[in-house]
């Protein structure tokens, strides 16, 4: 796995017929310097944008968001929200999981080699290049569990 700085997203995006944008350079930079186990939705990022006098609009923000997660790039978590979040894509062995509690939302990050080893062994035997592997745990926390439990 590629770790992403500005050079490599240049020369991909390059490859592919399309341009290394200010904007797509500011949100990449913005995940290299998010502390590890952060994650940011859209609109998280729309916000921190705006906070930062960035003229990015909100549909580019999607757009930018959609393309590097398609590229590898970033990875796009449902984490028991209404929304995606995101966050880069480090390599092994940064590589971790989610379990999410279903009722207060919090998520804990995990890693699991054997994981790892089962998603990169089954795309390497279909011919495939792995860019992501992650499994995601629905659950309800010990602190739930206790307050939805009978007297």
Excluded at 89 to 114: A, G, M, Q, W
Excluded at 143 to 148: E, G, K, M, T
């Amino acid at each position: 796995m590629v770790t992403y700085t500005t050079a490599a997203l240049k020369a991909e995006l390059n490859e592919r017929g399309w341009r290394l944008t200010p904007q797509r350079e500011k949100i990449l930079h913005i995940f290299q310097d998010l502390p590890r186990g952060e994650h940011l939705s859209a609109e998280d990022l729309y916000q921190l944008l705006h906070e930062q006098d960035e003229k990015i609009s909100l549909s580019t923000v999607y757009r930018t968001l959609k393309l590097m997660a398609r590229m590898g790039i970033l990875r796009e978590l449902e984490l028991g929200e209404d929304h995606k979040h995101y966050e880069i894509n480090r390599p092994y062995p940064y590589h971790h999981h989610h379990l999410i509690c279903v009722k207060c939302n919090k998520t804990i990050e995990f890693k699991s080699d054997p994981v790892l080893k089962i998603g990169s062994k089954t795309a390497k035997k279909e011919g495939y290049h792995l860019l992501d592997c992650q499994l995601t745990i629905h659950a309800v926390c010990p602190v739930c569990q206790r307050s939805i439990a009978p007297v």
